[in-house]
């Protein structure tokens, strides 16, 4: 009997042990859960030029960021406002990997050179750049053609000139915004070739008092309709007050004029983040230079006013449905430069390459690149 009493309290002794030693290892998982699930956590950051609010540039880049959360649930974004371009972004986007983002976005021209120099130092980590030039093994650009939604835009523009001056408040003189007035310029010409758009550069992105100096300019130099490339609705704004007509970017900005804006070309994001995230969570994402156009969606056209002839518009969207349809593209030729000489001879289209880097004019602008 002692000995079935020693062996039972024996073998009452090694299952007590063997509890508490099963207890204390499921106190130990516990505690390292949060830490695992920090890390198995997807984050994405984003490095913007402006603020949403400017209801422009970056507005429509946080709709597409918020169109990533919607449609990747459980993913995190996190963003970092008013940035500048330049070197000091540098440091933006080394917070946001010690953040433990797994992908670093930026949404300007100018943080290219910082960008490369984070992504060289982070090679787990993937680097989208918007409008940029640059690539590496994780670092991709992205654009869009929104020069297509351009050209509709002066189709619009130059039907509704009453005296065939049209005015255009652009940014900075490099390719993209170049691009951009001179496609405006070839919509205006298609419906009323007596016009001529004339440029006056903000050297801005985002600043309404400068974007709204550059609008006062034009008005005074008697332009009856206003575009622009910039951030802000301060054009839109300055339209509305001068009691003319004008033309929109980015976003929707009728609520800002609505008795001038005609409409606008803007922006759709979203569909492409979700595209690239999704890819790199998967594990096939692969570096690349994305320029996608009115047939992926990332670019599109505004609502047009009631303003504007049923004929005018009808006119617009069977050359949108060219363009969808891949028919036909902006920079087919036949294209003249400024001096009136042929740039782009008839039968013949600029390649990608050529448009990536345009820096002349067409016929019909007024202004100089400087």
């Avoid at 654009?143 to 049209?166: C, D, H, W």
């Avoid at 309404?208 to 100096?213: H, W, Y």
């Avoid at 054009?235 to 001038?260: E, T």
Wanted: charged share 20%; glycine share 10%.
């Amino acid at each position: 009997m002692n000995w079935r009493k020693w062996g039972i309290l024996l073998m009452v002794l090694v299952f007590a042990v063997t509890m508490v030693m099963g207890c204390g290892q499921s106190e130990d998982n516990g505690s390292q859960a949060p830490d695992q699930a920090q890390s198995e956590e997807f984050k994405v950051g984003f490095i913007y030029i402006g603020a949403p609010g400017d209801a422009g540039w970056t507005f429509a880049h946080d709709e597409g960021r918020k169109y990533l959360e919607e449609q990747i649930p459980g993913i995190k974004t996190v963003t970092l406002e008013n940035v500048s371009e330049g070197a000091d972004a540098e440091r933006y986007m080394e917070q946001l990997v010690q953040e433990g983002c797994n992908v670093v976005i930026a949404n300007s021209f100018g943080y290219g050179d910082p960008m490369m120099e984070v992504a060289k130092r982070y090679p787990d980590v993937t680097f989208l750049h918007c409008s940029g030039l640059n690539t590496a093994e994780n670092l991709s650009t992205y654009f869009g053609r929104i020069y297509q939604a351009r050209y509709l835009s002066g189709m619009v523009a130059g039907a509704m000139t009453q005296n065939n001056k049209i005015g255009y408040a652009a940014a900075y003189p490099i390719p993209e915004v170049i691009r951009g007035i001179n496609a405006f310029t070839l919509g205006v010409q298609a419906v009323n070739p007596d016009a001529v758009v004339k440029v006056v550069w903000s050297n801005t992105w985002v600043d309404p008092t400068l974007e709204k100096q550059a609008a006062q300019s034009l008005i005074d130099a008697g332009c009856d309709v206003l575009a622009q490339h910039a951030d802000t609705p301060a054009v839109q704004q300055a339209a509305q007050d001068a009691g003319i007509l004008s033309v929109g970017y980015n976003s929707d900005m009728r609520k800002f004029a609505p008795d001038a804006n005609l409409t606008s070309p803007i922006w759709n994001w979203g569909p492409y983040y979700v595209r690239a995230i999704s890819g790199i969570m998967d594990g096939t994402w692969k570096t690349e230079a994305y320029w996608g156009g009115m047939v992926d969606g990332i670019v599109d056209l505004a609502p047009i006013s009631e303003k504007v002839p049923a004929e005018i518009v009808d006119q617009v969207e069977a050359k949108k449905q060219e363009i969808i349809q891949g028919e036909w593209d902006v920079f087919f030729g036949p294209v003249k430069a400024q001096d009136g000489t042929v740039k782009v001879p008839e039968g013949q289209a600029m390649t990608d390459e050529e448009m990536l880097s345009m820096d002349w004019f067409v016929y019909g602008v007024e202004g100089t690149i400087e």
